[in-house]
């Protein structure tokens, strides 16, 4: 029941609502490492607001350059920040509703 995620709403912390409300983060700045051998550029970033990690594998070879390994991305969350377990961590999208309409005051 998708007001059931009220609760989970009001704990949690301030900082981590826009980031899951919007379903977006502020990545400013990033850090590479270069795999040479395996041609791969890995991208590290970590959002500003919440302090989420994503990490994307890029590739180097001369037909996909720049192209992003989809399968390689790994996100990983702080503490608090993903949803009950009920839905393996994520939102579906009518709790998102609840969500997005507490974050107005509703
Ligand atoms: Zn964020």
Same mark, same amino acid.
Request: proline share 5%; aromatic share 8%; hydrophobic share 35%.
């Given at each position: ?34 795999? +040479? +051998?395996? +041609? ?22 001369? /037909? ?7 399968? /390689? ?6 503490? #608090? ?7 393996? #961590? ?9 969500? /997005? ?6």
């Amino acid at each position: 029941m998708a007001r059931t995620v009220r609760p989970f709403f009001a704990a949690l912390p301030a900082e981590y609502r826009e980031c899951r409300v919007t379903m977006r983060h502020r990545y400013d700045s990033h850090n590479v490492i270069e795999h +040479k +051998k395996d +041609k791969e550029l890995e991208v590290i970033e970590v959002c500003s607001v919440c302090g989420a990690q994503r990490t994307q594998i890029l590739d180097l070879r001369d /037909r996909f350059y720049g192209q992003i390994k989809p399968s /390689r991305t790994r996100m990983r969350h702080p503490q #608090g920040y993903l949803a009950p377990a009920h839905s393996g #961590g994520w939102m579906t999208v009518e709790e998102r509703g609840v969500l /997005r309409m507490a974050r107005l005051g509703y």
